[in-house]
């Protein structure tokens, strides 16, 4: 019975007996805090930076797209939001914060008669199907 209690305590003072293992410690997690800020904070903060250029650059007749996939030319602002003019007098009003980005050159300008076209023709084609059956 004695020798089992003695088994914890030498256990104990050996593990004890280490003065480094607190700097260690130390060393190791300010190593986690160097990379979690290099890997993490530092290009989110970047990127929170360029978007919010972006957002402040914004003017009147930009073309624009929105987190939702609306393409529209900005038609206003208010106090918080952008006045989109998506079609002829179709306006609607989003945050400013939905703003995704300025709209690229191969995005909404492409010959949509000719998508229509094909559209059209593989609608006037039959589908074929060929039915099997048990015999």
Known sequence: MVGSIKLPVLLFAAGSSNGGSGF???LLLGALVLIWYVLIIRPQSSQRHKTQEMLSALKTGDRVVTTGGLLGTIAGFGNNT????INGQVKVEVLRTAIAGPQKADQ???DKSSDNKKSVEGAEQEPQTVAKGRK
């Open 24 to 26: 260690s410690f130390l």
């Open 82 to 85: 952008v006045h989109l003019q």
């Open 108 to 110: 909404g300008s492409g």
